[in-house]
C-alpha cells in the first residue's frame, strides 16, 4: 500500500505541475492579449486625434481659401460684365469663357448686385459667387458650403 500512496503523491505532484505550468502560459497568454488590446484601443485613439486635428486644419485652410477668392471671384464677375458692357452676348460670352451659359447669366447678376451694393456693406457672408468651367450647366454651385468654388 505504500507503493499506492507513494505514486498517487507523484501522480499528484505531476498533475499539479502540469496544471502549474498551464495556468502560467494561461497568465502569459491573458498578459499578451491585454497588452495587445491595449495598443489597439490606444493607437486608434492616436488616429482618431491625428484625423480629427487634422480636419480642424483642413477646414481653418479652406475657410482661408474662400475667404482669399471672394475678391478675385468678384473681379471674374465683373470682368464677364465688363464682356457684356462691350456688347458681347452672353452665348458669345460663354463660348469666349468656357462656361456655361447660365454660369455666366449669374456672373453678370452677380457684378450688377456687387455695384448695387456699397462696399463697406459687403459682408463675407454674403460674397459674390463665382463658377468655373466644369460646373452644371446651371452654372449653379452645388455645395452650399463652399460658395465660389
Do not use: C, N, W
Not at 7 to 19: L, N, V, Y
Not at 63 to 87: I, N
Amino acid at each position: 500500500m505504500a507503493r499506492t500512496s507513494g505514486t498517487r503523491a507523484a501522480a499528484i505532484r505531476r498533475a499539479q505541475e502540469a496544471k502549474q505550468r498551464r495556468d502560467a502560459e494561461q497568465l502569459q497568454r491573458s498578459r499578451q492579449i491585454t497588452d495587445a488590446l491595449t495598443d489597439f484601443y490606444e493607437q486608434t485613439q492616436r488616429a482618431a486625434d491625428i484625423t480629427a486635428h487634422g480636419a480642424e486644419k483642413a477646414a481653418r485652410i479652406i475657410a482661408d481659401a474662400e475667404q482669399a477668392a471672394r475678391e478675385p471671384a468678384r473681379l471674374a464677375a465683373q470682368a464677364v460684365a465688363r464682356l457684356e458692357a462691350l456688347g458681347e452676348t452672353r452665348g458669345a460670352i460663354a463660348e469666349l469663357t468656357g462656361l456655361p451659359v447660365g454660369a455666366v447669366r449669374d456672373l453678370i447678376s452677380q457684378a450688377s448686385a456687387a455695384r448695387a451694393e456699397p462696399e463697406h456693406e459687403r459682408t463675407p457672408s454674403h460674397p459674390p459667387h463665382a463658377t468655373h468651367p466644369g460646373d452644371s450647366e446651371s452654372g449653379a454651385h452645388t455645395d452650399p458650403g463652399h460658395p465660389g468654388l
